[in-house]
């Protein structure tokens, strides 16, 4: 069998550290679709920031797709058609926030455009502090990131308010993040792991700051899977990169699963494969290595 399409993540995987394509990379994929390869972005971003680079990719000429917020939507971008696949509503936000209340952490909610970002007091003050010292001005996000306290991602979310009470959350979001120092988070994954709420939503780590909660069964995998089943591609047909916990469902059964050189070592045990990290031209180097196999032909 020949591959069909690739299948890739975007921080830590397609982009590099500093949230560019490396030029081989780019290049490669260009060609591959120029041949009829059919190339899916899978993200937890939304897919408004993902469509910048997808249309770098050119994959509006070539009906790229688009995975967007871990599976919770699939976006062509030839057709600027997007399938919702699940969301968030009231009732399970408030059980979450009951939850998540008991623990000193950030949350936030994300829309498409839009992210709510809910901080308690001692966060609160924390971030206020910094603010002050880096001197931000006062539109600058509140949110936080996979590198720190604070985080500017208006590129994606616009619109951006931060909330000081519960009651402030949004009706609804494509995934709820859950956001601390990584030693706190540890502390948090345990403990929710002994509690009954751990089995009726989607628990991922997209790094050790950050995690990502969304419906039961919301997940890249199951996303990529219902493309596979439409485009009618066998499970040896895909290649699929990817550097943590979120992409591991999209691993599952795939014989090309290809784990990053910067991956996670959970991740890369899930995978068949490893090659060279997101700025060492990783995807560029296994592409080559299977196109010389015959594989893309």
């Known amino acids: 069998m020949t591959i069909k399409a690739i299948a890739c993540d975007m921080d830590g995987t397609l982009l590099t550290s500093d949230n560019k394509i490396a030029p081989k990379t780019f290049s490669k994929l260009l060609e591959l679709q120029a041949k009829g390869i059919k190339l899916i972005l899978a993200s937890g971003r939304s897919y408004i920031r993902l469509l910048p680079d997808a249309l770098k990719l050119h994959m509006d000429e ?10 919770t939507s699939i976006y062509n971008v030839e057709t600027a058609k997007r399938d919702r696949i699940g969301l968030l509503e009231r009732s399970f936000i408030n059980e979450l926030n009951d939850f998540f209340s008991l623990f000193t952490v950030e949350l936030q909610y994300s829309q498409d455009d839009t992210i709510y970002t809910y901080l308690p007091d001692e966060i609160y003050t924390i971030k206020r502090n910094i603010r002050g010292e880096m001197r931000l ?12 306290w604070l985080c500017d991602t208006r590129d994606g979310y616009p619109n951006q308010h931060m909330v000081r009470t519960l009651a402030g959350t949004p009706s609804f979001c494509n995934k709820m993040s859950v956001v601390q120092d990584p030693s706190y988070m540890s502390f948090v ?3 929710l792991k002994n509690h009954p709420i751990y089995d009726q939503y989607e628990y991922v780590f997209s790094d050790e700051r950050k995690m990502e909660i969304t419906n039961k ?7 990529l899977d219902l493309i596979m089943e439409e485009q009618n591609f066998q ?3 895909v290649v ?13 059964n795939k014989k090309y699963s290809v784990a990053m050189g910067n991956a996670l070592n ?19 180097n296994m592409l080559v290595r299977l ?7």
């Open 62 to 71: 070539h009906a790229g797709l688009l995975i967007d917020v871990n599976g």
């Open 240 to 252: 699929v990169f990817g550097d943590s916990e979120n992409d591991i469902s999209m691993f599952k």
């Open 266 to 284: 959970y991740a890369k045990e899930q995978a068949n494969y490893t090659t060279d990290s997101h700025n060492h031209e990783g995807i560029y």
């Open 189 to 191: 994954r345990d403990t």
């Open 291 to 297: 196109e010389n196999q015959g594989l893309f032909e």
């Open 235 to 237: 499970q040896d047909e």
């Open 217 to 223: 069964n919301i997940t890249k995998g199951n996303a």
């Open 137 to 148: 001005p006062d539109d600058y996000p509140w949110m936080g990131g996979m590198h720190g």
